[in-house]
């Protein structure tokens, strides 16, 4: 299962590394409860087991080590409005996650990102863990869009490749209720204390979203023509 964040960021320059990696420290926490410990974490490196001789993070945030590790990369290859940083759990086959932000400032057009890829994992097919976790990545940044679901939907199946696919879930940062989509099988408010910041809209839920399932791809075809006659549905070069 793949997820994709985009969001803005609030200054007109990118963070130091180690605020980055503090962002990513808050996604592993979110990810311990779900299995994945927090010292198994892992930094890119030129090889697998060159990789796996650094934990990215620790208990009270990104190692050290880590830190100089991206730091290094900056001065070799990044320029000044974009880096990208990223880590894995040291895994390829089924229960391999990779999660990773590519920041962006200096221009008006300036979309950050933030993708997680997964294979394999259960928590994060099933609808009663994968909803608390995206939440979590709500609180960290202020969403534009959100997409969850396999990469063959929102590669090959959705209806509008210039807008936000529904696959299994989208949050926008809007109230939208079951009138204006009554083909969404649920719709989750997201609040920011008593006030609903966004909706996530869920178009499966009690069994694992498939681009292989005709009946799941046509319920998520149908709530993106619906948004978008309604106009809710932006398109990415307006996020």
């Given at each position: ?62 190692t050290p ?134 909706t996530l ?21 149908a709530i ?16």
């Amino acid at each position: 299962m793949n997820i994709t964040l985009t969001f803005r960021l609030r200054q007109d320059s990118l963070p130091s590394e180690s605020e980055q990696l503090e962002d990513l420290w808050k996604v592993a926490t979110l990810l311990e409860p779900l299995g994945f410990p927090l010292e198994k974490w892992y930094p890119p490196a030129d090889t697998p087991g060159r990789s796996k001789l650094n934990s990215a993070f620790e208990k009270s945030g990104p190692t050290p080590t880590t830190i100089a590790i991206f730091h290094s990369e900056k001065q070799e290859i990044e320029t000044p409005w974009v880096r990208v940083s990223g880590v894995w759990n040291g895994s390829e086959d089924d229960g391999a996650v990779t999660f990773s932000t590519s920041l962006s400032a200096g221009t008006a057009a300036s979309i950050c990102s933030f993708r997680l890829r997964s294979k394999g994992v259960a928590a994060l097919s099933a609808t009663g863990t994968a909803v608390p976790f995206i939440i979590g990545l709500l609180k960290i940044w202020p969403a534009a869009t959100v997409e969850v679901g396999p990469y063959r939907y929102f590669s090959m199946l959705q209806v509008f490749p210039n807008r936000p696919g529904a696959g299994w879930m989208l949050y926008l940062p809007r109230v939208i209720s079951t009138k204006e989509v009554p083909e969404a099988r649920d719709l989750i408010p997201v609040m920011e204390g008593k006030k609903q910041k966004g909706t996530l809209v869920v178009s499966v839920i009690d069994e694992v979203f498939s681009a292989d399932n005709p009946e799941h791809v046509m319920i998520a075809n149908a709530i993106e023509e619906r948004l978008v006659d309604q106009d809710l549905l932006p398109r990415y070069a307006e996020l």
